[in-house]
């Protein structure tokens, strides 16, 4: 899976952000065990809000060969923001996995 992360406004720690977004997104890499690995890319984007000081959001969009799915979260801290992203996209990838497995079903009667 091929992987990009930015981080944009945000005065924390670099390294402690990039760890947390590589743990959930390890973690999201098991629910694509099916398709290849060269199809799929995630993009990651945090972002702090500029007019609340305790206020981060979350952005991913994952790129599958089937659909692109998107997720914007918001969180009190770069990690809660991230991990409600995580999520969130998490359940959009069950959902659509079980979409396909009933279309194949249905193909097969």
Do not use: W
Not at 43 to 70: M, Q, R, T, W, Y
């Amino acid at each position: 899976m091929n992987i990009t992360f930015t981080v944009s406004h945000v005065d924390e720690d670099q390294a402690l952000i990039k760890e947390c977004f590589d743990q959930k997104a390890a973690k999201v890499a098991k629910h694509l065990k099916r398709f290849k690995d060269d199809l799929t890319s995630l993009h990651g984007v945090l972002d702090k809000n500029p007019h609340k000081k305790d206020e981060f959001f979350a952005s991913l969009s994952l790129f599958l060969p089937s659909v692109a799915i998107h997720c914007r979260e918001r969180g009190k801290d770069y990690c809660a923001a991230i991990n409600a992203a995580f999520l969130d996209l998490a359940r959009q990838i069950d959902k659509h996995k079980a979409k396909l497995t009933r279309e194949k079903r249905r193909q097969e009667r």
